[in-house]
């Protein structure tokens, strides 16, 4: 199994602002993801962050609004820029880890409320 | 793209009651995972299933993919106040490739176990 911690656990940030999370995983993993959930909502991906390559946005998601560094094997940062109340989710990192039974865990989450 | 279709989206059960919630996808699952959600918090790993007809248990909760891969069911035996929160399945990308480690999820089933 992993264990990811995630900071901060919650926030709440003013419109305008930007805030980076981080997600710090206890073992080396290659692979990398963000979400983001909205409230009442499911799960929606945001980018993978591979260690090495540059962090890769599904659709209707950019770098500029986003954007990620993956520094090392344990560690990735996910910033909101120029926030607005519409940024109100919980933002999750997951990982996959390797082994019998390929698995993907999720962070602790972090739940930011913009004002 | 794959979509996911979660059923119930809500349950109330008294404790001691069993339980089961759906999850059916639109395409052919590679693999088939299972999440507890708490409140505002990040997602518990249940279970994950990738081959047809295969069959998880863990303490009292049963995960189940059907042979032709397209559907899941979560079922727990002799529900408990502990088991409350969401539950969420979720679908891998496919094996290999740019898709691998990226999961699509249900809309969610929030369970609500009254003692």
């Known amino acids: 199994s992993a264990v990811i911690s995630q900071k901060p656990s919650r926030d709440i940030c003013q419109r305008g602002t930007s805030l980076t999370i981080q997600c710090q995983v206890d073992?080396?993993?290659?692979?990398m993801f963000w979400y983001r959930q909205q409230p009442g909502q499911s799960l929606t991906l945001i980018a993978t962050a591979n260690q090495g390559s540059e962090a890769t946005y599904e659709s209707g998601f950019v770098i500029d609004k986003f954007p990620i560094s993956r520094p090392n094997l344990t560690f990735s940062t996910l910033t909101v820029s120029n926030m607005s109340p519409e940024d109100s989710s919980i933002y999750l990192c997951?990982?996959?880890?390797w082994g019998s039974g390929n698995t993907i865990y999720f962070g602790e989450g972090s739940w930011l409320t913009v004002v | 793209s794959q979509e996911l279709e979660q059923s119930p989206q809500s349950l109330i059960v008294q404790e001691g009651k069993n339980l089961t919630i759906n999850c059916t996808s639109s395409k052919t699952l590679y693999g088939l995972y299972w999440y507890k959600q708490k409140y505002g918090e990040g997602l518990i790993f249940l279970m994950m299933?990738?081959?047809?007809?295969e069959e998880k248990s863990h303490e009292k909760i049963t995960a189940k993919l059907d042979e032709k891969k397209q559907q899941s069911s979560l079922h727990i035996t002799a529900s408990q106040p502990s088991h409350a929160g969401i539950y969420l399945c979720?679908?891998?990308?496919?094996?290999?490739?740019?898709?691998?480690?990226?999961?699509?999820f249900g809309q969610g089933t929030i369970l609500t176990v009254h003692p």
């Open positions: 979720g679908a891998d990308g496919g094996a290999g490739g740019t898709s691998y480690g990226k999961l699509t």
């Open positions: 073992s080396q993993v290659t692979m």
């Open positions: 299933l990738q081959k047809g007809g």
């Open positions: 997951s990982v996959v880890m």
